[in-house]
């Protein structure tokens, strides 16, 4: 049972180059979400996807962008990194009713900006 | 988040029972919830609690629910060297934002 696949999983970047990290789950969900984990922060909601077509700004957005390609991919884009932006970013799925608020994580990709 | 706040560090001998407290903000979370992260993983659902409960209890797990004091706490009883990770809480939609507000997690360290 795969899950929520999230690659890659480390990914070092210099100032000012761009990347997107790619999020996959199957479990038929029509919520994801898109979350950073700073030490000494737990996790900030970036964007979140309610379901596939809509997307909407979390409580960190400013950086990134997001894509909810279809039911099952959800990908988040860093045009231009920072260091800042140096975190370990978390992609989740829920389903719905009741199951909503239930998430579902990928393992995390690790980026570091320089 | 900032809303949601939780102790850093906690640590135990195994076999003790462990107690990890957390305060919310937003009176009207439906549900309040406990997520395990182990090493190097995602986040892992663990337990959760209707707002309407006080308490609930699963196999060594219970979790404790003040609503007057937005106050959450999980107990571990027989804590075991497995149980190390870092335990998060969470609170639920809010300000029709529809996704989970997380505290800043507990370390839990269970020493044999």
């Known amino acids: 049972n795969a899950g929520v696949t999230q690659t890659p999983k480390f990914q070092v970047l210099k100032t000012g180059q761009s990347m997107t990290l790619q999020c996959a789950q199957d479990?038929?969900?029509?919520?994801m979400y898109w979350y950073r984990q700073d030490p000494g922060m737990g996790l900030r909601l970036i964007y979140y996807s309610a379901s596939e077509g809509t997307t909407d700004k979390g409580e960190v957005p400013n950086g990134y962008n997001v894509s909810r390609l279809n039911k099952r991919e959800f990908s988040l884009r860093l045009e231009s990194a920072a260091p800042s932006q140096t975190s370990v970013y978390f992609c989740a799925s829920s389903g719905t009713g009741q199951d909503l608020e239930k998430l579902f994580f990928g393992s995390g990709t690790q980026l570091s900006v320089l | 988040g900032e809303d949601v706040e939780q102790s850093l560090f906690l640590s135990v001998r195994e076999g003790d029972s462990s107690v990890i407290n957390c305060t919310y903000t937003d009176s009207s979370s439906t549900y309040l919830y406990w997520y395990k992260q182990e090493p190097g993983a995602g986040l892992q659902l663990l337990t959760y609690i209707f707002s309407n409960m006080d308490m609930k209890q699963d196999q060594r797990l219970t979790v404790l629910l003040n609503k007057k004091d937005k106050h959450l706490s999980l107990r571990i009883a027989d804590t075991q060297t497995g149980d190390s990770a870092i335990y998060f809480c969470a609170e639920s939609i809010r300000g029709g934002r529809r996704a989970l507000t997380f505290g800043s997690g507990t370390r839990l360290q269970v020493q044999p």
């Open positions: 479990m038929n969900h029509n919520s």
